[in-house]
């Protein structure tokens, strides 16, 4: 199951490194990810090679053309017609992680990185199949967050994460944050590692682990906990984490 993704930017050098590193970087040997960056400029036809210009009726800065889009998206089609146009912009959906694993069902994305004020609206009535946005900031274009989803979705293909590891333990599948990590040395300067995780009693170190993470939820994402699988257990300890935190 390899997944296909075709970045259609104004600055393909900016994706050059960062996808290129650790997991992704590997993905990318084995063949399970497949990643092209497509400079929207080499599909201009005018001398000047304009990519943007001045809105209609006036207004701030520029937007992006619909031509030389048009032509990316369809030269792209035209070898796969499946291909999936996703357009990154603040207006979109925000991303989490259900439109990730949607998302990674699809074996070929287009991710069209905006710039500037945005596209022409025509890009959006005419080849925008979905739109997303990373969170409720601005940022100088969609680069980054084309970034981000690639990273999210690549992690999610069979073979990408190590074969003891898989995606679906991970703590925003069940909707908890993750309980606290411990590594050598014991004491760093005063502070040891708990007790328990020393103690080779492996019941005794699952109940201490969800008892930090449910902790660790309800004090920092208390929004998690309504949407959480909670055992009986789980919802007897959440009380007890109340109480204690009331009487602090
Ligand atoms: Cl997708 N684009 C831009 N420019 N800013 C963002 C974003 C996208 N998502 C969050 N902020």
Redesign the pocket.
């Known amino acids: 199951m390899r997944m296909k993704f075709d970045i259609l930017t104004l600055f393909p050098n900016m994706f050059s490194s960062p996808l290129r590193e650790s997991i992704l970087g590997r993905a990318i040997e084995k063949g399970l990810v497949q990643i092209q960056t497509i400079n929207i400029r080499d599909f201009t036809l005018d001398k000047h090679q304009g990519v943007d210009d001045t809105p209609y009726g006036g207004g701030q800065g520029m937007v992006m053309k619909v031509e030389p889009i048009a032509r990316a998206i369809e030269w792209v089609k035209s070898k796969d017609p499946s291909a999936w146009v996703v357009y990154?912009?603040?207006q979109?959906k925000q991303f989490n992680q259900n439109i990730a694993m949607t998302l990674s069902s699809r074996s070929h994305l287009i991710l069209l990185c905006?710039r500037y004020e945005g596209v022409d609206e025509r890009v959006r009535e005419q080849f925008v199949d979905e739109e997303?946005?990373?969170?409720?900031?601005?940022?100088?274009?969609?680069e980054l967050?084309a970034m981000v989803i690639i990273d999210a979705l690549s992690r999610l293909l069979p073979g990408v994460l190590g074969s003891d590891r898989s995606a679906e333990e991970d703590s925003f599948f069940n909707s908890l944050l993750e309980y606290p990590q411990y590594t050598r040395p014991f004491n760093f300067r005063g502070s040891c590692v708990p007790e328990v995780l020393l103690s080779g009693n492996h019941s005794a170190i699952s109940f201490w682990r969800r008892r930090k993470a449910l902790e660790r939820t309800s004090m920092e994402r208390p929004d998690l906990l309504a949407k959480a699988k909670l055992s009986e257990e789980d919802k007897r300890l959440l009380e007890e984490i109340l109480l204690r935190s009331r009487n602090n």
Do not use: R
């Open positions: 990154l912009t603040p979109g905006g997303i946005s990373i969170g409720d900031y601005v940022l100088t274009g969609g967050a």
